[in-house]
């Protein structure tokens, strides 16, 4: 008995981890400011994450696993973030959805974000900042960026990226509730 409790406590472990910790838990924190940069926080457990960094290189070309290294084939962004026109496509390889038996992810949308949009190789409160900034975030407002983080597809199949990636951490709902709990604070960046 003893020993499925140690396994289950281990489980358990793990589950907190990796998941994220739910809005209602950062109700303690009276100071506003301190509330709203510990939501984002914790947000940034998933913008951080390889599943979104990925996709989200700072050059041309997209990194891949959780070491996030470089793209294998060579691909690059391309003038619309779906591959060099007249090279590879990502749409060559990423199909509609994943494709388990070669470890190849899809989705029908599947592309880098736009240049604008890179997040590698910058701090959490850099990226906070260009969220927050339309002429870096793809043109969205708050409500948008809302909706983005927590209904979209294409950021949804980081928590079923199949094979054998690792998902973001928590499930979109979750991430979609902290973020929208940070826009309501105030979206207030850590320093």
Same mark, same amino acid.
């Given at each position: 008995m003893l020993v499925a409790t140690n396994a289950v406590d281990r489980a358990v472990a793990?589950?907190?981890? @990796?998941?994220?910790? &739910?809005v209602e838990s950062f109700?303690?924190?009276k100071d506003q400011r301190a509330r709203s940069v510990a939501? !984002?926080?914790?947000?940034? *457990?998933v913008i951080q994450s390889p599943r979104c960094l990925n996709c989200h290189p700072a050059g041309d070309r997209p990194t891949q696993t959780e070491a996030m290294r470089p793209h294998i084939p060579l691909v690059v962004r391309g003038p619309d973030g779906f591959g060099a026109e007249g090279g590879l496509r990502c749409g060559t390889c990423h199909h509609a959805t994943n !494709?388990? &038996?070669?470890?190849?992810?899809g989705h029908p949308e599947w592309h880098l974000a736009p240049i604008e949009m890179?997040?590698?190789? *910058? =701090?959490?409160?850099?990226i906070c900042e260009q969220l927050k900034d339309p002429k870096r975030n793809g043109g969205m407002d708050m409500a948008a960026l809302v909706h983005h983080m927590a209904e979209d597809s294409l950021v949804g199949w980081g928590w079923h990226p199949g094979g @054998?990636?690792? &998902?973001a951490p928590g499930t979109q709902a979750e991430f979609g509730q902290l973020f929208k709990a940070?826009?309501? =604070?105030?979206?207030?960046c850590p320093g």
């Open positions: 793990a589950t907190a981890k @990796d998941g994220l910790e &739910p109700n303690a924190i939501l !984002f926080e914790e947000a940034g *457990k !494709f388990d &038996p070669a470890n190849v992810p890179a997040w590698q190789g *910058k =701090s959490l409160g850099q @054998d990636r690792k &998902p940070w826009v309501e =604070s105030g979206a207030v």
